[in-house]
């Protein structure tokens, strides 16, 4: 593959998902303030086994307003995926189960940026590149 069908492959890899993630986010806060429909949610809908549900609303805002940041520009880009990856097998597993394409779609490209890293647009390979050896 070219290089540049590379890196428009790992941009797009982390852009489109973190979208997703990011407008999910957006849905659950007013401002700075969670919504109630967001905490009412968690209660009832996205309930989950083992953690209680207003810390759930509270983590899940937070995460989907930073990993997505963080992977669109390519900074911790395996971190972010990784924690977007364990954020999708939760709803998968716990919340939507029969949403399994779609989660499956989301999966792939958290996993393929765990594997091969965001590419050269990325903030991580500016960062690598500017070290100097030890």
């Known amino acids: 593959m070219t290089p540049i069908l590379t890196n428009l492959a790992g941009l797009a890899l982390r852009v489109f998902p973190a979208a997703v993630f990011w407008q999910s986010g957006r ?6 303030s969670i919504k ?33 940041v963080l992977l ?34 989301w999966a792939a490209a958290f996993l393929a940026l765990i594997a091969h890293g965001p590419g050269r647009w990325s903030l991580d390979h500016v960062l690598q590149t500017r070290r100097v050896p030890a």
């Open 27 to 32: 849905t659950k806060v007013d401002g700075l």
């Open 36 to 68: 109630d429909s967001t905490w009412f949610l968690f209660e009832h809908e996205y309930a989950l086994p083992v953690i209680p549900s207003d810390w759930a609303a509270v983590a899940a805002s937070l995460a989907e307003h930073l990993l997505p």
């Open 72 to 105: 669109i520009l390519g900074l911790m880009t395996r971190l972010s995926a990784l924690a977007l990856l364990a954020m999708t097998a939760t709803i998968q597993i716990f919340v939507y189960p029969s949403a399994w394409m779609t989660h499956g779609l």
